[in-house]
């Protein structure tokens, strides 16, 4: 039986195993199918009585890995490839071990540095103020039911107002967008959806004729939440025009750049993003856009104090450490109490592979989804319903259906991508943003489609 405090010899031999376990599915990721399906036996069975060797756990584990889809694969293109760089891995192995706990500044002053340097370099790379303040997250569904709650404490006194509190999305923005919006109280009908253009970005003309209708009509338009690279196609709304909006009605601007934001590293993304650092808060997903893995999202806040209205904490039981710092704490800053030290996850792979090697690929999958873009609209029995703005590329078949190429391109075993439906059809979707993802793998997808057409 495994000790719950093994040894150093113990622990190592365990470790070594994990490893290897480890290493066998990163080798495989580049080989193995997308997609397995489930196992006929289901999940492996605990039973927590009787515990078993480390062996016979990743046996268990092992059929569970290989019965799924293969997200880290070079190959795998659809809905929003979710990194995995194994160097944080090993970060997540460090942190985890040391337990050490960040929430609270006093309790681990250097650590909770490390994290503030990560959103003090989130911060920046937005070009927002010193007044920034921030949060590593889940991931952007917890990004934006905190920035909700941000806006509302912000700009909804806490009285009958809020009943008024009225938001605005895009059709084409993430569902947990609402989600939240929901969570954080407000009715759906206090939703509004705001129409987009023929390139699904949102209609401004059309929001701020819907800001101007709720407001003639006594509501409070209090929050708008751009798209900085929508899920569905990854178009960006014209963010600094939904920006003059906003402000003539005194309402808060949420970028959603979960998916997008990262493109800021390069040249082309500064260009369509620039805006960013006008909004009073951004998602970024570094579980997307910097390749880690799933679990790591970021919340930034220019006006970092409005974060901190929003969820100070005060308990008795928190007096022995609840000593004035320079910043406040993370706990502070969101809803949460206890979490992982999130910030090592992000903050390693930066020390090791430095910011240059995240812009590159980045760069690159750019480039790529511009490969595919121009090889795929030479092709007349596709419609491209998009020229892409950052890496997703989305069409269907001219005449057919395309549930149906979808379904045989996937069958084909030498990529995956997913759909959606736009006007009422369903369109393939190929997002490129796997940082494994070369020129072969995306001409590998070209040929499958081909074919499949
Ligand atoms: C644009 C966008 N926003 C928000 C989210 C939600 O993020 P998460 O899945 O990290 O909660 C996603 C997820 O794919 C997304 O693509």
Redesign the pocket.
């Known amino acids: 039986m495994t000790p719950l405090d093994p040894s150093p010899s113990e622990l190592r031999a365990l470790a070594e195993r994990c490893f290897a376990f480890a290493e066998e599915h990163r080798s495989a990721a580049l080989e193995e199918p997308m997609r397995r399906p489930p196992p006929t036996n289901g999940a492996p069975k605990l039973d927590a009585e009787s515990p078993v060797g480390l062996s016979t756990a990743l046996e268990e584990l092992r059929g569970a890995v290989a019965a799924s889809w293969n997200t880290t694969s070079p190959r795998y293109m659809g ?2 490839p979710g990194g995995g760089l194994p160097t944080a891995a090993l970060a997540d192995f460090v942190a985890l071990a040391v337990n050490r706990y960040v929430g609270i500044r006093a309790m681990a002053p250097a650590l909770a540095g490390i994290e503030s340097s990560v959103v003090r370099w989130l911060s920046d790379l937005i070009g927002y103020p010193e007044t920034a303040l921030g949060v590593l997250t889940s ?3 917890a990004s934006i039911l905190t920035a909700i709650v941000a806006a509302r404490e912000a700009l909804l006194p806490p009285s009958a107002a809020y009943l008024r509190g009225t938001l605005y999305v895009s059709e084409e923005a ?1 569902a ?1 967008v609402r989600k939240a919006a929901r969570a954080a109280g407000f009715l759906t009908d206090s939703i509004r959806t705001v129409p987009v253009d023929a390139r699904f970005r949102m209609d401004v003309g059309a929001l701020d004729e819907l800001m101007r209708a709720d407001r003639d009509a006594g509501r409070k338009p209090f929050l708008v939440v751009a ?1 900085a ?3 569905n196609t990854g178009a960006v709304d014209p963010i600094g025009r939904v920006c003059d909006v906003a402000e003539r009605h005194g309402a808060w601007v949420h970028a ?1 750049g ?2 997008g934001g990262f493109f800021l590293l390069t040249e082309r993304g500064r260009k369509l993003l620039g805006d960013l650092s006008r909004c009073d808060s951004v ?1 970024l ?1 570094p ?1 997307k856009g910097l390749f880690l893995p799933y679990g790591t ?1 970021a919340l930034v806040v220019k006006r970092g104090a409005t974060l901190a209205r929003a969820f100070a904490t005060n308990a008795s039981y928190l007096r022995d450490v609840s000593a004035d710092e320079a910043e406040p704490n993370f706990t502070d800053l969101s809803f949460e109490m206890s979490r992982d030290f999130r910030g090592l996850r992000v903050w390693l792979p930066l020390r090791l592979h430095g910011v240059g090697a995240f812009r590159d690929a980045l760069d690159e999958k750019l480039d790529l989804t511009a490969h595919a873009y121009r090889e795929l609209s030479r092709d007349e029995r596709l419609e491209i319903l998009a020229e892409p703005e950052l890496s997703t590329l989305v069409f269907r078949p001219r005449n057919g259906d395309g549930a149906a190429l979808l379904d045989a391109v996937n069958s084909s075993g030498r990529t995956f991508l997913s759909s959606t439906v736009l006007g009422g059809k369903v369109a393939v979707r190929m997002c490129i943003l796997c940082f494994r993802t070369e020129r072969c793998h995306v001409d590998d997808a070209i040929a499958a489609i081909r074919a499949a057409l």
Do not use: Q
């Open positions: 809905f929003i991931g952007g569904s993430h947990s798209s690279g929508t899920t959603d979960a998916y998602t997903d579980h999202g």
